[in-house]
């Protein structure tokens, strides 16, 4: 991490700077978005993110002092960010209201999901927003190859891939004229992933089937389990271990009998601050896992092969990289390396 944060800050300090044949934004500018087309007349002096992921991205782009408030979080803001995030208003921890977002009297409001501005948004719908003036700018992570009518974690079509993140970094880069900075983190999130590939090489975990628990509503319950397309599958593809679970729901509600039935090698299990469900907690989950009659006698639980990884690193952020090597860690240390 320390070579990635070294890099970037030295990127962000230049970034006063044009380098040779860096292109300015031309505005007006226009980009499709999830369905629609958003113009841009200038770039945003007032944004509101609605979404970790969204804001640490925001973040990494040097443009803490445009961001008027945040929400829905799920642990701690990236480390580096800490000290700048903290001079910013959070609404809420989960969903804000409206009100409470275009009270912030945004310019911009950008979303890491769309259940939350979309279609059936429970922050608000676009239309609501751009009958105020305000844009929206929604992850692309959330609706290339994903459908989200259910109004729930949505159905993933195609497997995610970091291309998504890329693309997202890219544009808002674009929207708000810093493409060097832009480009500049992008290398280096590009540059991590192949360390990321090359630290695993000739200890690939084939076939080795992994479930990726991110919490349950009821402890006892059935669990939030990673679906086959992604963020965790992305992880899993790339490690070449397989994931116990083959519907394209993004985060499936699965028993844990026919998660019995694959008889898991390794529990990845989502750490969070959040406690907005029964399971959030590592804890619990834990708990529950070494006690129940079912659980209790997966080969995982049995021999202890829990990998513990930031909630974050399972959904599609900057932080999946993490992800891959965290559970590359994992499964080397668990003598499960092929």
Known sequence: M?????????????????????????????????????????????????????????????????IVGTAVWVGPVLPQYAEANGKIPRLADNDPSFEAVVGKEPDL???????????QGSVGKREQFSGLGINTYIAPTDCVAKVNADGGDGVRKELFTMDLI?????????????KDRGDALIADLKKRQAEAVASIAGAQAKNLPIVFWFSSKEVNGDAFIAGKNSA???????????????TEEEWPLVGWETIAQANPAVVVIATMDRRRYAADDPKVKLDF??????????????????????????????????????????????????
């Open 289 to 338: 896992l070494e006690k129940d009659p079912v659980t209790s006698q997966l080969d995982a639980v049995k021999n202890k092969h829990f990998v513990m990884m930031d909630a974050q690193s399972m959904n599609p952020t900057i932080r999946t990289i993490d992800g891959i090597e965290t559970l590359a860690k994992g499964i080397k240390s668990f003598g499960l390396a092929q």
């Open 109 to 119: 409001v950008a979303a890491e999901f769309e259940w939350h501005v979309g279609p």
């Open 2 to 66: 320390r070579h990635f944060l070294t890099t970037i800050t030295f990127a962000l300090g230049l970034a006063g700077f044009a380098a040779p044949g860096f292109a300015a934004t031309q505005y007006p500018l226009t980009i499709s978005n999830c369905g629609q087309q958003v113009t841009f007349k200038k770039a945003p002096a007032r944004i509101l993110s609605i979404g970790q992921g969204m804001t640490e991205i925001l973040l990494s782009l040097g443009l803490a002092d445009k």
């Open 232 to 246: 965790p599958a992305y992880i899993l593809k790339t490690l070449g271990a397989r994931n116990v679970v083959t």
């Open 166 to 178: 890329y693309q997202e970094i890219d544009e808002l880069a674009r929207i708000f004229d810093v």
